[in-house]
């Protein structure tokens, strides 16, 4: 996916509609429940950074608009609960702990990581430093949820079967037992899943996996294939208000479906 062509035609698109907002419904509907995906929180100049100063904002505005709670509540949740918000991290970048971590705590906002295995990480999107063990915990025992990510951050469709228990089981376990943890949610990198990846997770006892499919998270998700919204370092806060309501989340499904398909076409 060119990640420019992308950002400017959902720039146009976001405007479009902050107009028909504008002209149409002066309640806009932020009965919604999301869940969104951060990667790294700095300023650095990657496309999935956010700075600290934008994500604090971010951070807030959702704590005006509704609730943020853990993810393992918001699974829990029954229909009545909506304008709910959880914050993942993708990858386990060290600025989760350095700069998001102290910005979570100041609104007492627990958190998911979904952490990588041992190894050459392979397709990884940044050089980014990772989380070491010790920084991990101490997320760990401040209440955030870790999840996994896959040994070595390749496209799970690309992988043999023997490569695909390797990437989602083995080195997992060993870890499980150096943090000291167990893995109960998954996040599938770039996204990307499959029937068999979905059924080796069921097989190995993990709750829920994650895709970034960003539409709006419902209580009746497919629980091996719960959407969440990617958020990225070209989303000013303007758009990022639009794009957190009903329309806005129905719009960001439908325009990530259609660079799914052209990206397939193009393979
Ligand atoms: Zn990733």
């Given at each position: 996916m060119k990640i420019k062509l992308s950002i400017a035609?959902?720039?146009?698109s976001l405007k479009v509609i902050q107009k028909w907002q504008k002209i149409f419904c002066n309640n806009k509907d932020l009965n919604i429940s999301a869940i969104l995906c951060y990667h790294d929180i700095s300023e650095k100049e990657w496309?999935?950074?956010v700075t600290p100063v934008e994500f604090e904002d971010q951070i807030k505005y959702l704590l005006k608009v509704g609730?943020?709670?853990?993810?393992d509540k918001l699974i829990r949740s029954g229909k009545e609960n909506r304008s709910l918000f959880t914050i993942t991290f993708d990858d386990g970048y060290e600025s989760?702990?350095?700069?998001?971590?102290?910005?979570l705590e100041k609104y007492n906002v627990k958190a998911t990581v979904f952490i990588l295995g041992k190894g050459k990480h392979t397709d990884l999107l940044s050089e980014a430093e990772l989380l070491n063990e010790k920084q991990i915990k101490k997320l760990r025992s401040a209440?955030?949820?870790?999840g996994y990510h896959s040994k070595i951050h390749s496209n799970l469709n690309d992988l043999?079967?023997?490569?695909?228990?390797?990437?989602?089981v083995i080195d997992k376990n060993k870890l499980?037992?150096?943090?000291?943890?167990n893995f109960r949610y998954f996040s599938y990198p770039f996204g990307r899943y499959s029937k068999k990846a979905k059924k080796v997770l069921k097989?190995?006892?993990?709750?829920?996996?994650?895709t970034i499919e960003g539409s709006e998270y419902k209580n009746k998700s497919d629980l091996y294939r719960i959407p969440r919204v990617t958020i990225d370092k070209h989303l000013y806060f303007t758009d990022f208000k639009t794009l957190f309501t009903s329309e806005g989340l129905k719009f960001n499904n439908l325009f990530t479906k259609l660079l799914n398909i052209k990206d397939r076409l193009q393979k």
């Open positions: 035609l959902r720039k146009i496309d999935w950074s609730r943020i709670v853990r993810l989760v702990y350095k700069n998001a971590f102290p910005i209440g955030w949820q870790i043999a079967d023997s490569d695909l228990v390797e990437s989602l499980e037992k150096n943090l000291s943890l097989n190995e006892g993990y709750k829920a996996a994650f």
